[in-house]
T-cell receptor, first 117, second 107 residues
């Protein structure tokens, strides 16, 4: 049963600390998305990758957030330094895009619930 | 990226009533996807619409894609308590989601 795996599921950290969230996309998917969800902002696209290359990270605060795909099986989202306003649920999703069309739906992981105190 | 607007933001209905949520884009969409997120869960794919004027049905759910491919709707007939959740639309290419419509159903 293929699924997107996110770790950790929950993270509580103090303001100023570095936070790293990890995502294992479904094998064979070539596109990975990072979303942030809060009550106020809905489901906000932070960044996405195609074939491990960043295509758009305009939704991400550049001064403290960074997203990478060190290899095809791992995507990371890092916040340094973390702030209380970063508290949210962070979702990773993966899908297959071919010739500019989404061949599959976006499969979401279960999310990382981040609390910054 | 493309802007996708969704209305209403909230909808509370009595069980058995119908429900509709609308998705509007400022630009033409190549396709549109709909997702449902149950409280405490993650978004789960419902359907993808590709063709102008396309209508698809899944049991009590009816999805439409506008002729100009700038708007879409999801209609639920005779809501049930299991329909509770937030319904999102997302336009490809960059999978930016609308704000979602949160549906609550009173038994």
């Amino acid at each position: 049963d293929a699924r997107v795996t996110q770790t950790p599921r929950h993270k509580v950290t103090e303001m100023g600390q570095e936070v790293t969230m990890r995502c294992q996309p479904i094998l064979g998917h070539n596109t990975v998305f990072w979303y942030r969800q809060t009550m106020m902002q809905g489901l906000e696209l932070l960044a996405y990758f195609r074939n491990r290359a960043p295509l758009d990270d305009s939704g991400m605060p550049k001064d403290r957030f960074s997203a990478e795909m060190p290899d095809a099986t791992l995507a990371t989202l890092k916040i340094q330094p973390s702030e209380p306003r970063d508290s949210a649920v962070y979702f990773c999703a993966s899908g297959l895009v071919f010739q500019g069309l989404m061949n599959t739906e976006a499969f979401f992981g279960q999310g990382t619930r981040l609390t910054v105190v | 990226g493309q802007q996708v607007m969704q209305i209403p933001q909230y909808q509370h209905v009595q069980e058995g009533e119908d429900f509709t949520t609308y998705c509007n884009s400022s630009t033409t969409l190549s396709n549109i996807q709909w997702y449902k997120q149950r409280p405490g869960g993650h978004p789960v794919f419902l359907i993808q619409l590709v063709k102008s004027g396309e209508v698809k049905k899944q049991k009590r759910l009816t999805f439409q894609f506008g002729e100009a491919k700038k708007n879409s709707s999801l209609h639920i007939t005779a809501t049930q308590t299991t329909d509770v959740g937030t319904y999102f639309c997302a336009g490809f290419r960059d999978m930016r989601f609308g704000a979602g419509t949160r549906l609550t159903v009173k038994p």
